[in-house]
């Protein structure tokens, strides 16, 4: 088969590469039905993280099941599949308690970016639909894997309710779908961050009623007034800079919460300002499985349509066209079709 291969930051190559083959009895392998770049990828594109050795990239997928292992009776070859970025069995006491992304079997996914996937978990991580899905429902499902999902995790960690007031941080693919969770979970004011034209128009297509370009203390100082005075009830942090971990525990009101999903680099936090903030804090990967089976008939019935983030597609050969452009900002998120 044939993927994508980073070797050094700015180095993505598209390579030759071994056949997955099913390694325990709880494993799949998938034919990839598109597959995509995240903005986490540019971390070590960027230099961000250290690439020691070539390796596989890419955790987003949907695709057909090829092969099973003997343990896997949920999905069977010939369904088409969703799953998510980080594998679970579905089954042990975190996977239970709503945190798949912190199963104790858990292992994340890092070869998406190929035209077949070896799934661990297969048994718990996979939710297959009911039917082939038409081809124009791909991207949407495919941004369930991780960006949708996450920022639907954003929205509920920051406790979006009906009726309040959120703020999204970051308007990359995550923090867009951020606004598509905070819309479904009935937020009525949606703040958006943002000072890039094509996605604040996006943002606004999703629902997002204020858009904000100030940054920093400006930046807190512009949601304030948006909100009485006191910041917002929910704040969807989406990026993972302490910048971005700034302006959202500063915009939030005491009382108010912020989710945090983007990865966080160099974040520190001072424990006295939380303290008297009263802000509360909640983040992490996010468990997308618990969320797919709802999230995917959301899709379907038409209530959203994460996949619109995908505003570049190109062949999976051209990948490491796809992390230029993400690089080089030119593009939200890159569909790869192999
Ligand atoms: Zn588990």
């Not at 071994?18 to 998938?30: G, L, S, V, Y």
């Not at 995790?153 to 951020?178: F, I, M, N, Q, Y």
């Not at 974040?267 to 797919?292: K, M």
């Amino acid at each position: 088969m044939r993927g994508a291969v980073i070797h050094a930051p700015g180095d993505v190559r598209f390579e030759e590469l071994d056949d997955p083959k099913i390694i325990h009895p709880t494993d799949a392998i998938i034919r990839t039905a598109v597959t995509c770049v995240c903005g986490t990828d540019l971390w070590p594109y960027r230099g961000a993280e250290p690439v020691d050795q070539p390796h596989p990239m890419g955790h987003e997928y949907v695709g057909i099941v090829e092969e099973v292992g003997s343990e896997v009776t949920s999905v069977k070859p010939g369904q088409f599949v969703i799953g998510s970025f980080a594998t679970s069995d579905n089954t042990c006491a975190n996977c239970r308690a709503g945190y798949q992304s912190n199963c104790v079997r858990r292992e994340f996914m890092s070869t998406c970016q190929a035209d077949h996937v070896r799934i661990p978990n297969a048994q718990g991580t996979l939710v297959a639909t009911d039917e082939h899905p038409a081809e124009q429902f791909w991207p949407s499902l495919l941004a369930l894997s991780d960006v949708m999902g996450t920022g639907w995790w954003a929205a509920k960690a920051a406790e979006v309710k009906p009726g309040s007031t959120a703020v999204v941080v970051g308007d990359g693919a995550v923090g867009l779908c951020g606004v598509i969770a905070a819309k479904e979970l009935g937020a009525e004011r949606i703040i958006v961050m943002s000072r890039h034209e094509s996605r604040q128009k996006l943002a606004l297509e999703f629902g997002a009623t204020d858009i904000v370009t100030e940054r920093g203390e400006e930046g807190i100082a512009r949601v304030k007034d948006l909100t009485g005075g006191v910041g917002a009830d929910s704040v969807l942090e989406c990026v993972g800079t302490p910048e971005a971990m700034q302006q959202s525990l500063r915009s939030t009101r005491p009382g108010g919460n912020v989710g945090f999903v983007g990865v966080p680099h160099d974040v520190a936090i001072d424990g006295q300002e939380l303290f008297f903030s009263h802000v509360g804090l909640r983040g992490g990967p996010a468990p997308v499985r618990g969320y797919l089976p709802d999230l995917i008939q959301r899709v379907f019935e038409g209530r959203i349509n994460p996949g619109k983030v995908f505003d570049l597609t190109l062949p999976l050969e051209q990948v490491a066209e796809g992390y230029k452009a993400m690089d080089e900002r030119r593009a939200i998120k890159t569909l790869l079709k192999p």
